[in-house]
């Protein structure tokens, strides 16, 4: 009988046996059998030991397989693993019926984030500076009435005034010629257009707007005013060559005292001005101060005008040099001005009627560092 069938017969022994029969009954059966039960265990674990080794060799090829993966697919692999871990409560709950969704979490960063994020505005406009001195600043204003000013220059006499040669001589006599100058005010004017949607939306915005166009408004009349200066001051005249550039700002000023006149302002381009300060100790004038930030040249102070281009000057005396107003500078806006009133805008106009008069150009002298050789 084969050791399965007494297997079996032992079985049916036991039935209806007490623990101590039962437990009798086994220790007969393995003394009996003892060789065929160990033949029978033999084989059974050669045959897993058989099975075993396969299963060995079908894992080292998957092995083989799995290192040849890139690094990327064993990260996912690990993060599957443990959103299946993080899951497991869920995920044992799985019947039909009731689903789970099982979601691999990762290291949030900004791109979880949809829409504008948070942000902090500086709603102070970074405004484009506005020039160091304007024309205007070096001279007076006068206001008139109509749109034209006339002024009356002396150009000339005949005769002169001289000592009474006897009591009985006639004395000498003289005459004055006069020429009536005039000059017209124009408008320096320009404006900004913008939607009242803009102004809504964006009033810090729109709330700079008039601090740009008064900027731009003294540029332009700088650089009108600065074309008059051009063409009615009097030439400098410099001979010296190889001078320093404060030298030949004193010799024009001695020019001016030479026909009495007095200058009482220098006007040079920033960087010719820190091209002065820059003037070696043992060359530089006695006559020349910086003190307060403040350069003068024998007393006369000197003022840095982005209007001049590198090289130019203006030395004089500025009291003779007048601005003329007939309209003051204005700003005004208009919501019905053209379409504005159909499209919803807003138009933002600045405009003054103005103009410049050099009524003693001998008194202003304009030069050029470069053409006559300062350093």
Known sequence: MELKEQLEALTLK??????????????GFQAENK?????AVKAIKDELEEKLAALQKHADNLDVKLQEKNTQEAKKGDTLKKALADNFDQIKEVKKGNTVEVKAVGDMTTANVTGEHPRDYNFD??????????VSDLIRTISIDGGTYTYTVETGS?????KQTSQTASKSRIDYDFAAIDVSTDFVAGFARYSKKMRNN?????????ALLRRDYFKEENSVFKAVLDTDATASVQVITDNTKAGMLVNDIAALEDADYIANGI?????????????????LMAIVTFEGNVLRVNGIQVFKATWLTAGEYFVG?????????????????????????VKNNITARIEAQV?????????LVKGDFAAAGGL
Request: glycine share 4%; charged share 30%.
């Open 317 to 341: 005396d500025w009291s003779r040099v007048n601005k003329l107003v007939t309209e003051g500078l204005s700003l005004e806006f208009s919501e019905v001005e053209g379409t504005n009133f």
């Open 355 to 363: 103009a410049i008069a050099v009524e003693q150009p001998l008194a």
């Open 158 to 162: 005949e005769g002169s005034i001289s």
């Open 267 to 283: 006007v040079v381009r920033p960087s010719d001005y820190y091209d002065i300060l820059k003037t070696p100790k043992d060359d």
């Open 35 to 39: 060789e065929s039960i160990e033949v």
């Open 14 to 27: 036991l039935e209806g046996k007490s623990k101590e029969q039962a437990e009798n009954l086994i220790k």
């Open 125 to 134: 406009i970074v405004k484009l500076p506005s020039q160091k001195v304007n």
């Open 202 to 210: 964006l009033s810090y915005v729109t709330s700079a707007i008039p």
